[in-house]
């Protein structure tokens, strides 16, 4: 695990991984950075464990730890393999579960017991039960047509699956694990009632509580509560539009009429330019909510994350007339991005909390010298364990017949991690026979790679490959032994990705083009690493060797984001202008060449986060009353200053959240009124006033 450190304040050691934990007593979402789909969340005691989707990649259906909300360990997976002996689940005969497998968990506790319940696409609803978080793990094929669930074990011992999209039913469950109850299911919400699908139930203090998302016209997240299991349900919006300024991603286009055929080259794809403004279901949307150790709630929801794909967000919750709304008392339904951590006062640590390095939840580098794979590693649907071994500090793969890489068995992936990272691996050669192909690869849709091809006698060719415009690119290299090191660098929160390649390990040249990455719902996942080998002449080939693969993160550590002490000219992303402090006693703005001191602003710290705006004539930034358009002043009182939550939106970018009404300064680019602090948070585009870009004023 990593050493405490603080991206908000002096640091014992830089992180080398995306960790939530700012070290300071908040935390900035997203909880991890790569991918985690369909998140539901279970405290027993003072332990918080946290399900999520894993589609066609094994081994199967994550498990992840946590103390304190923040800091997560992956600690099970509830099955190795499929235990399916069906073609599809194994990449043979040309049959796969792209877009299929084992998707949105339920994981509860009861008598000792954990249950895991999903649904696996052609078989039905399975569960997984074990005594020990770890494992191991019992499978009981329940089967029947339930799915995308939430369960309650009831206070009169009876369990309840909810499902539906819509129309949404309850079904009894047999307490034996061996399928639904005979004649149990009835409709609880019927159609109409704008209720979606990805169902969380809940008692909490006798009362029923659902909370299900719906996509159309576009993504909210909806509470349903009601006296009785069976109902009558009235349902709330409880959260809406908060895309932490992430619009939709360009989604993977198969023209109509086209037969989509997800492993061969040639496919006509399309990747449209995003709609920047759109929130479409990108915002904050499924996913469960738990109540923390000292009574506080909290939710978990999944938002999509650019070619990242879906993954994790912590949301605070403020209870109003008996409906769990995400958000903070005046500005419900929305939920900063960077806020304090749970057990924590305005940033100060609880008396009682767990002292917890700040970590993340994965090692996502591994030099491949242990006996067992790193935790992060999966495979592309279930391996052939006669085909892979670790030996002699390295991973050796078999080159199995396939045309193309999302065919290719054996494939052995794991989340990219974002919003910038490079993974680097050595590739050795030497076992190689004619018509293999071995590298480094995206597996997504569409898929892409940097690899060797192996032609005949001592005939190597290096070779790109993008699925997307099915192109491709011989690169002549000459070896100096028999081995090549292989890169791919992501720009992932703007969807872009490079190869690279280097015959030495030290210096590494570009290797085709740039690429445009994208999200899909063919697959459901984002973009993953791969490391494969195939045979394209169809028959059994060599092995290729794989070592030391490595994982940087060059925005791991956040130390810098935050401009405590700097003075800096504040540019507001809408209007291209500066902030400024009118001699009238207005926040106000002025022309972008302008550079005078009140434009300059010196940020304060006010620990954990905390910051005060002083101009550099001296006054302070304060409110005078509910944060409406003239409200932003200057004072030379330093008591009266409005203390702002730093929010930090990466590159320079950042939001202030005034803490004395929970909302975000900010000025519309139309209206040309002066500052105000009564924005709700970002848009999408992050151009409707309220987010910032620092540029340090040098002396």
């Given at each position: 695990m990593l050493a405490a450190a603080s991206c908000m304040g002096a640091a014992a050691q830089a992180p080398t991984t995306w960790t939530a934990d700012n070290g300071n007593g908040t935390f900035t979402n997203p909880l991890f950075y790569d991918e985690f789909s369909d998140p539901d969340i279970l405290r027993v005691g003072d332990d918080y464990y946290l399900a999520g989707t894993t589609m066609h990649s094994v081994p199967g259906l994550v498990i992840l730890h946590s103390r304190d909300l923040v800091n997560w360990e992956n600690v099970s997976y509830c099955f190795d393999r499929f235990d399916f002996t069906d073609d599809q689940f194994s990449l043979r005969n040309h049959k796969e579960i792209y877009g299929q497998g084992i998707w949105a968990p339920c994981i509860r506790y009861s008598g000792g017991t954990f249950y895991v319940f999903s649904n696996i696409n052609g078989k039905g609803l399975q569960c997984y039960t074990a005594t020990d978080i770890r494992g191991p793990w019992t499978h009981h094929n329940m089967r029947g047509n339930i799915y995308d669930l939430g369960v309650l074990f009831d206070d009169d011992g009876k369990i309840y699956a909810i499902h539906g999209y819509g129309e949404v039913k309850c079904t009894e469950l047999k307490a034996d694990m061996s399928g639904p109850v005979e004649g149990s299911e009835r409709v609880i919400i019927p159609n109409g009632s704008a209720v979606g699908e990805g169902h969380h139930m809940y008692k909490i203090d006798g009362r029923y509580y659902l909370i299900s998302t719906?996509?159309?016209?576009?993504?909210?997240?909806?509470?349903?509560?009601?006296?009785?299991?069976?109902?009558?349900?009235?349902?709330?919006?409880?959260?809406?539009?908060?895309?932490?300024?992430?619009?939709?991603?360009?989604?993977?286009?198969?023209?109509?009429?086209?037969?989509?055929?997800?492993?061969?080259d040639g496919t006509p794809f399309g990747l449209p330019d995003p709609d920047v403004n759109a929130t479409a279901c990108s915002n904050a949307h499924q996913g469960g909510i738990v109540q923390y150790k000292d009574g506080s709630w909290w939710a978990l929801f999944m938002q999509d994350f650019h070619s990242i794909g879906r993954t994790v967000c912590l949301m605070p919750m403020t209870w109003v007339d008996g409906w769990p709304m995400v958000g903070l008392e005046g500005n419900l339904g929305r939920a900063p991005r960077t806020w304090f951590k749970p057990g924590t006062q305005q940033g100060a640590e609880a008396a009682d909390a767990e002292a917890i390095m700040p970590h993340g939840p994965y090692v996502r580098s591994d030099d491949f010298n242990g006996k067992q794979l790193a935790r992060i590693w999966q495979?592309?649907?279930?391996?052939?364990?006669?085909?892979?071994?670790?030996?002699?500090?390295?991973?050796?793969?078999?080159?199995?017949?396939?045309?193309q890489l999302m065919w290719a068995r054996n494939s052995l992936t794991q989340r990219v991690t974002g919003p910038i990272s490079e993974a680097t691996v050595e590739l050795d050669i030497r076992g190689m026979k004619e018509g293999d192909v071995a590298g480094l690869g995206n597996i997504n849709v569409p898929c892409s790679w940097l690899g060797i091809v192996k032609g005949a006698k001592k005939d190597y060719t290096l070779r790109w490959f993008e699925q997307a415009t099915n192109d491709t690119v011989d690169i002549p290299v000459q070896l100096t032994g028999t081995r090549i090191w292989l890169r791919m660098k992501g720009l992932y929160d703007l969807d872009r990705a490079q190869y690279f390649y280097s015959t030495d390990g030290k210096t590494f040249v570009p290797a085709g083009r740039e690429m445009v990455l994208s999200y899909q719902l063919i697959t459901f996942q984002g973009s993953r690493h791969a490391l494969f080998a195939f045979n394209s002449l169809g028959r059994e080939g060599g092995y290729a060797l794989f070592d030391n693969f490595t994982v940087g993160e060059p925005r791991a550590d956040r130390s810098g984001n935050m401009p405590v002490g700097k003075t800096v000219r504040i540019i507001n992303l809408a209007t291209g202008k500066p902030m400024a402090a009118l001699p009238h006693g207005l926040m106000h703005d002025t022309h972008a060449r302008d550079n005078s001191a009140q434009t300059h602003f010196r940020m304060l710290n006010r620990g954990h986060g905390r910051v005060v705006l002083q101009c550099e004539d001296g006054r302070y930034v304060w409110v005078s009353g509910t944060g409406l358009p003239g409200?932003?002043?200057?004072?030379?009182?330093?008591?009266?200053?409005?203390?702002?939550?730093?929010?930090?939106?990466?590159e320079h970018e950042f939001m202030l959240m005034g803490l004395s009404n929970n909302r975000y300064i900010g000025k519309s680019p139309t209206t040309g009124s002066p500052y105000s602090m009564d924005y709700t948070g970002a848009d999408p585009a992050r151009k409707n006033g309220a987010v910032f870009k620092w540029v340090e004023v040098r002396e």
């Open positions: 719906d996509y159309r016209p576009n993504g909210r997240t909806l509470c349903s509560r009601a006296d009785n299991i069976w109902g009558p349900y009235e349902t709330r919006v409880i959260t809406a539009d908060e895309t932490y300024g992430y619009h939709a991603a360009s989604l993977t286009q198969v023209p109509r009429g086209e037969q989509y055929r997800i492993g061969h495979w592309n649907h279930n391996p052939d364990d006669r085909k892979w071994a670790l030996r002699g500090g390295q991973l050796r793969l078999a080159a199995m017949p396939a045309e409200d932003v002043r200057l004072t030379t009182d330093e008591a009266k200053a409005e203390v702002f939550l730093f929010q930090d939106y990466l």
